[in-house]
């Protein structure tokens, strides 16, 4: 087993720790019938119980307590939560029992043993999280994302109103944020904001942005043409919701209007990133269920994500603090990195891609009843061969892309 690939950083909660050890327990449920004075008996096997699962979490260091602190917080929770195990990936666990001991002889060093059982469906052995996983902890990251942007801009604005004289400063900075509002309205029909001063309720603004931004992207997981896998959907997404440069190219402004203008567009950028990773994450999970994309297509949408996502770092960078800026540029870099693990995961799981040679002349349905037994998969030669002008015309020996399996 590649060890340095499968296994992954223990967490409960959100809350990673260290492990030492973990040990999985699998009890079979038995009915036991017996008779009175009769040797033996009838059992019958009821399936496998819940699973208990005992890991030894380890906490070290000058910062231990910290660490150790959050971890208990994790597991006081009522209810079941997420467990990152470190073979089976993200189950749902409930917590059953938790030890911390101490010891003189070992300080700033504590083991805490935790006993889980899972709930819901048990994982498989080895399985590592799946497709649908990794695409589920990239929505969770872009959520988070937002959650600090909208910090961040709070505290934008906060800073601003400090420099505000009077009625006429105060309109000059809401017409900047106004702006974009405009221009976002200006693509899209039938959509309702909220329309409150982002003075007061930053949070509801950012709100406004994204429901625009979602009606210019509407079609979301739709993005690409699934009836031929082609990217022709997803560029036209990309285009529109995320184009590669942004920014106004009006003419600059004095004071705190400038001061204004470059928070509103650096939210902009910000809030255009992570719609279109929402997207891409959408289309990743529906590679998980029903394959379509090529590798090179999967690539892409990974690759375009990744951009628009480090250009809101640059914005951030070029409009906050570092103070300021280090909390969106690491949410902002947790959400591209999920988003690679995402595409990784949807390339993985189908079998790897060869190129081959064409057995005869003839036509893909042809061919892949030769390579696989099933005609139909014809329609997937297609998409792996974009290249292929006449489906009904392939020449012996040409060559062609196709699953190895």
């Not at 029903?290 to 951009?307: F, K, Q």
């Not at 103070?323 to 988003?339: F, G, P």
């Amino acid at each position: 087993m590649a060890w340095d690939k499968k296994l992954q950083d223990a967490a409960f909660r959100g809350v990673k720790f260290d492990i030492i050890n973990v040990r999985d327990r699998k009890e079979r449920a038995l009915a036991e019938y017996e008779v009175p004075y009769v040797h033996g008996g009838v059992v019958d096997d009821l399936g496998w119980r819940l699973r208990r699962i005992p890991v030894t979490a380890v906490f070290f260091g000058v910062d231990y307590e910290e660490r150790l602190q959050a971890f208990l917080k994790a597991l006081d929770e009522l209810g079941a939560g997420e467990l990152i195990h470190p073979i089976f990936g993200t189950i749902k666990a409930q917590v059953v029992s938790v030890e911390m001991p101490h010891t003189a002889e070992q300080p700033d060093y504590c083991e805490v043993p935790v006993e889980f059982v899972e709930t819901g469906d048990p994982a498989p052995f080895f399985a590592g999280a799946t497709a649908s996983q990794k695409a589920d902890k990239a929505r969770q990251a872009v959520a988070s994302a937002r959650g600090v942007s909208v910090n961040a801009l709070t505290a934008g604005l906060k800073n601003l109103a400090g420099k505000i004289r009077g009625l006429k400063g105060q309109m000059a900075v809401l017409d900047q944020f106004s702006a974009v509002i405009s221009g976002l309205k200006s693509g899209v029909n039938g959509v309702i904001t909220a329309g409150l001063s982002v003075l007061t309720f930053p949070g509801a603004w950012l709100g406004d942005v994204r429901s625009l931004l979602s009606a210019i992207g509407d079609f979301g997981g739709r993005a690409m043409d699934r009836l031929d896998g082609s990217l022709a959907g997803w560029l036209g997404l990309r285009s529109r919701v995320a184009p590669a440069a942004s920014g106004s190219a009006a003419r600059p402004l004095p004071g705190i209007a400038s001061e204004a203008r470059a928070l509103a567009e650096d939210a902009e950028i910000r809030e255009r990133a992570l719609a279109l990773a929402d997207s891409a994450v959408d289309i990743l999970a529906d590679e998980a269920d029903d394959p379509r994309l090529t590798p090179a297509g999967i690539e892409r949408v990974a690759n375009d994500t990744r951009a628009a996502i480090q250009l809101a770092m640059d914005s951030a960078r070029a409009t906050y603090p570092l103070e300021q800026h280090r909390a969106i540029t690491e949410s902002l870099k947790d959400v591209a990195y999920q988003v690679q693990q995402a595409a990784l995961a949807a390339l993985v799981q189908r079998p790897p891609l060869v190129q081959r040679s064409a057995p005869f002349d003839g036509n893909l349905h042809l061919i892949a009843h030769a390579w696989y037994g099933d005609y139909t998969r014809a329609a997937e030669l297609l998409r792996l061969n974009p290249q292929i002008r006449q489906p009904n015309f392939i020449r012996l020996g040409d060559p062609l892309y196709a699953y190895a399996r």
